[in-house]
């Protein structure tokens, strides 16, 4: 664990939390309405499929599929410069396959990296408090 994490943190709310508290437990769950099934993510109020607000935690296995990717070569943020060049990646999940959930994948140069790609969700504890979701291959 990084002894300062120079990366952006989350600040949960009162819809996010549960994802949030879940990712500490190294767990993962979305939100799923229960009127109609659909998932959804990020947490939200209401279903965008037929505007329910009943939703359950669903958990889900964290395997998943490399939907599309990005490298970085220019950061948003001029302290990411070191790390350049990183990927940013859309994973569809094999338990929720409408969502489509944006991270990164680790443990691959990024060269490697191809559509339909499995991957299965790794935890990374970033402080003491903050676990972030990311990538790799399986
Ligand atoms: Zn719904």
Redesign the pocket.
């Given at each position: 664990m990084p002894d300062k994490y120079k990366y952006l943190l989350p600040l949960p709310d009162f819809e996010t939390k549960e994802w949030w508290g879940a990712l500490r437990w190294y767990e993962l769950v979305f939100q799923r309405?229960t009127?109609?099934q659909?998932f959804r993510h990020p947490p939200q109020g209401t279903?965008p499929?037929?505007?329910?607000e009943d939703h359950e935690w669903i958990k889900v296995s964290g395997r998943g599929i490399l939907y599309s990717y990005i490298t970085v070569w220019q950061p948003v943020l001029p302290q990411w410069r070191g790390d350049v060049p990183y990927n940013i990646v859309q994973v569809t999940l094999e338990d929720a396959p409408n969502i489509k959930i944006i991270g990164n994948v680790i443990g691959v140069d990024n060269s490697r990296l191809t559509i339909n790609m499995p991957l299965v969700a790794v935890f990374d504890d970033v402080t003491q408090e903050d676990t972030i979701l990311r990538w790799q291959p399986r």
């Open positions: 309405c009127r109609c659909t279903c499929r037929c505007y329910s």
